[in-house]
């Protein structure tokens, strides 16, 4: 019954509401926690009536202060409500006290999804009033919308903002709302400058980093140096492995599509040995505990993910390749599966990118583990280490010393033939694939292992086919 005498009273009270302005909005602002919906629709109509008879700089001066001081979405639904009733002229030129507050870091940054709900409504509201008018506060109005989107958890919130998100495009006279990316992501990156270097895995501004990057699409490509630095300071090993785990994450979402993100202005090759090096490398080193393995693990998925854009080449990186295998060789041991099935498809693609650069020494630091791994407790891994042989033996090349390096060659063939015979006919026929491309290395060397080893096979079917392809050779006599 209140409810409704309130709008009434407001209706014919008209501009001597202004009067009464402080003890009125207190009560709306109760009024709109009520259990009865009924009445809470009637207060807010009556604040649209607030709006249209009380000056805004009267209610700016009262509500504006309290949105600041007290993360309560009752006030937001109230001053919502009051932008929706003021007249477009009228409050243009209080466009700018709103926009600030609402931008505020103590206004946007909230985790309640009902706050969250209310300061999209009110940044609605102030859009679709503002109109063009909000061109000179569009920043404002961008930072409030991105800052909803990143703390919210909830998709459908999400989904909410990128719609107003292109309505205040839409407002502003640009395509879509990648332009308003264009124009502020740069403005929103340079705000994250003061604070990066002290970030963690609660720190609101990683979560607007997370989102504005993944949001932003090829304009990401733009701004690759401060990117990178912000990346790289924040994957240090010294980290909190939690805020890794989430850039890691971040990273490779953008390395997945890499042509419309990192590499959209194809510059990001030039970056690219920063990333192993500083960031991947530095991360694959063994630390224990669970958090640090599942480290280990995301970032030698970044870098197959790196590996499978293309990017990484020969010549990029040759001058961290001793490094980077050193690294790969210890995770072939690590505990966790996924980190070792990985670490092979790495290698194999490192193999066939880098195979110019593969001297002997580098190719004989790596055969043993990769033999340690056909014994591997996963059979899926096994075939991948198969994989990994056959782009290891087209590392050799013509010159390679065979009577130099017979002795390497000898582990290489023994531990290759006891999978030949194998209980799994999959690995079986990997392995002898293998063999074939290994047997013009030296010939007579793998000849005569079979011959030692072919008795003692349960299946001798791939000893004969080998010997039989062995023997075709041209340097086979020799």
């Known amino acids: 019954?209140?409810?409704?005498?309130?709008?009434?009273?407001?209706?014919?009270?008209?501009?001597?509401?202004?009067?009464?302005?402080?003890?009125?909005?207190?009560?709306?602002?109760?009024?709109?926690?009520?259990?009865?919906?009924?009445?809470?629709?009637?207060?807010?109509?009556?604040?649209?009536?607030?709006?249209?008879?009380?000056?805004?700089?009267?209610?700016?001066?009262?509500?504006?202060?309290?949105?600041?001081?007290?993360?309560?979405?009752?006030?937001?639904?109230?001053?919502?409500?009051?932008?929706?009733?003021?007249?477009?002229?009228?409050?243009?030129p209080h466009l700018d006290k709103i926009c600030d507050t609402l931008a505020h870091p103590d206004v946007c940054r909230a985790e309640q999804v009902s706050y969250l709900n209310q300061l999209l409504a009110c940044t609605d509201a102030v859009i679709a009033k503002g109109g063009q008018d909000c061109k000179d506060f569009s920043l404002q109005l961008f930072t409030t919308l991105l800052n909803i989107m990143a703390m919210s958890n909830i998709e459908e919130l999400k989904q909410q903002v990128k719609v107003s998100m292109n309505q205040l495009a839409e407002v502003l006279g640009l395509e879509n709302s990648n332009q308003l990316y264009e124009l502020h992501t740069k403005q929103v990156l340079d705000s994250l400058k003061g604070s990066y270097e002290q970030w963690t895995n609660y720190s609101t501004e990683r979560l607007i980093f997370d989102t504005l990057l993944t949001e932003a699409g090829p304009v990401v490509g733009e701004y690759l140096d401060d990117i990178i630095l912000m990346l790289k300071t924040n994957l240090h090993p010294d980290k909190d492995p939690e805020l890794r785990l989430k850039l890691f994450s971040l990273l490779s979402r953008l390395v997945t599509s890499t042509g419309n993100t990192l590499n959209s202005q194809e510059k990001f090759g030039d970056f690219v040995v920063v990333v192993v090096r500083d960031m991947i490398i530095a991360n694959c080193v063994w630390y224990a505990g669970r958090t640090a393995a599942a480290v280990r693990t995301i970032a030698v998925s970044c870098l197959w993910a790196l590996f499978q854009s293309g990017l990484l080449t020969n010549e990029r990186l040759n001058s961290i390749l001793d490094e980077l295998l050193t690294q790969l060789i210890s995770l072939l041991e690590d505990d966790v599966r996924t980190t070792r099935l990985v670490t092979c498809r790495v290698l194999q693609k490192l193999l066939t990118v880098c195979s110019e650069s593969f001297e002997p020494d580098r190719l004989h630091k790596m055969y043993?583990?990769?033999?340690?791994?056909?014994?591997?407790?996963?059979?899926?891994?096994?075939?991948?280490?198969?994989?990994?042989?056959?782009?290891?033996?087209?590392?050799?090349?013509?010159?390679?010393?065979?009577?130099?390096?017979?002795?390497?060659?000898?582990?290489?063939?023994?531990?290759?033939?006891?999978?030949?015979?194998?209980?799994?006919?999959?690995?079986?026929?990997?392995?002898?694939?293998?063999?074939?491309?290994?047997?013009?290395?030296?010939?007579?060397?793998?000849?005569?292992y079979v011959q030692v080893v072919k008795h003692k096979h349960r299946i001798p079917k791939y000893c004969n086919q080998l010997l039989e392809y062995i023997n075709g050779l041209p340097d086979a006599a020799s």
């Open 368 to 448: 043993m583990e990769l033999l340690k791994r056909m014994d591997d407790s996963s059979d899926e891994i096994r075939k991948a280490v198969a994989k990994t042989f056959s782009a290891f033996f087209n590392c050799f090349k013509e010159d390679y010393d065979r009577q130099l390096y017979k002795a390497h060659l000898e582990e290489i063939y023994k531990g290759l033939l006891v999978h030949l015979d194998d209980p799994d006919p999959e690995i079986q026929e990997a392995v002898f694939m293998v063999l074939k491309q290994a047997a013009p290395v030296h010939p007579t060397l793998l000849r005569e």
């Open 1 to 92: 019954m209140a409810s409704k005498l309130l709008y009434t009273l407001l209706l014919n009270a008209e501009d001597h509401t202004t009067q009464h302005m402080q003890k009125l909005l207190a009560g709306m602002y109760k009024a709109c926690s009520d259990d009865e919906k009924e009445v809470v629709e009637r207060v807010l109509k009556s604040a649209e009536l607030v709006g249209f008879f009380v000056s805004p700089e009267v209610y700016c001066k009262l509500t504006l202060p309290t949105i600041k001081s007290a993360q309560n979405a009752y006030v937001l639904m109230v001053m919502t409500s009051i932008v929706k009733g003021t007249q477009s002229e009228l409050l243009k």
